[in-house]
């Protein structure tokens, strides 16, 4: 199971940390993803970090603002956000792959295995 947490109301320019926690142990050997889903729009692709944390992969239109990292011995991934902007609006969802992936296939929602509930940021201008 993967809690995802640590959205709320920033104001545009303005940093959040979202934190994606799980309980077991396995973990620490799954891709994690985070996706978006924007009000009325699919959910997207923001950005994913390999089992190691060695391999990352970003969404062009978050990459050089958003940071992913992951903390294997606390079974927790983050995802640092700065530059806020408000197009950065959305429900943030977490995912954890068991299959092993790199480059292009981080993005493909159909190849995660677990999701977490969501947590919103909202971005005000």
């Known amino acids: 199971q993967l809690q995802a947490s640590g959205g709320g109301l920033v104001q545009a320019g303005g940093s959040l940390r979202l934190s994606c926690a799980a309980s077991e142990r396995t973990f620490s050997s799954y891709a994690v993803g985070w996706f978006r889903r924007a009000p009325g729009k699919e959910r997207e692709f923001v950005a994913a970090i390999s089992w190691s944390g060695g391999i990352t992969y970003y969404a062009d239109s978050v990459r050089g603002r958003f940071t992913i990292s992951r903390d294997n011995a606390k079974n927790t991934v983050y995802l640092q956000m700065n530059s806020l902007k408000p197009e950065d609006t959305a429900v943030y969802y977490c995912?954890?792959?068991?299959?092993?992936?790199?480059?292009?296939?981080?993005?493909?929602?159909?190849?995660?295995?677990?999701w977490g509930q969501g947590t919103l940021v909202t971005v005000s201008s």
């Open positions: 995912a954890a792959a068991t299959k092993y992936l790199l480059g292009y296939y981080f993005k493909m929602k159909a190849l995660y295995d677990y």
